[in-house]
């Protein structure tokens, strides 16, 4: 299983990237999908889940209304766009997967649920 997150960069306060996160090596519809940071010296933060259908999505409080979680089956890809962007944003952006069971069948903030982790893509926002 691999996991590829792209798309991170340098970025100046109120601006926008879009992350994207391939992935290999499983049966993508049986995943939930979730985007995950951490800034230094801080633990690692949910940000953004999607449900295998894309039909449910979750957000922590810190970005609703600014970041955008959203997923193409057909191309085993999941995306962040991020838009209006803070110096808080700063960290190193991770996509997980976990998959549906019988246990865990909602969209989960907990990293320790998720099975699969991409190698991470850091996002810098100035000042």
């Known amino acids: 299983v691999q996991l590829q997150a792209s798309g991170g960069g340098l970025v100046e306060a109120g601006g926008s990237l879009r992350l994207s996160c391939v992935a290999s090596?499983?049966?993508?519809?049986?995943?939930?999908m979730g985007w995950f940071r951490q800034a230094p010296g801080k633990e690692r933060e949910f940000v953004a889940g999607?449900?295998?259908?894309?039909?449910?999505?979750n957000y922590a409080d810190s970005v609703k209304g600014r970041f955008t979680i959203s997923r193409d089956n057909a191309k085993n890809t999941v995306y962040l766009q991020m838009n209006s962007l803070k110096p808080g944003d700063t960290a190193i952006y991770y996509c997980?997967?976990?998959?549906?069971?019988?246990?865990?069948?909602?969209?989960?903030?907990?990293?320790?649920?998720?099975?699969?982790w991409g190698q991470g893509t850091l996002v810098t926002v100035s000042s």
């Open positions: 999607v449900s295998s259908s894309g039909g449910s999505i």
């Open positions: 997980a997967a976990n998959r549906i069971s019988s246990v865990y069948y909602t969209i989960n903030d907990k990293p320790e649920i998720y099975e699969f």
């Open positions: 090596g499983l049966f993508f519809r049986s995943y939930i």
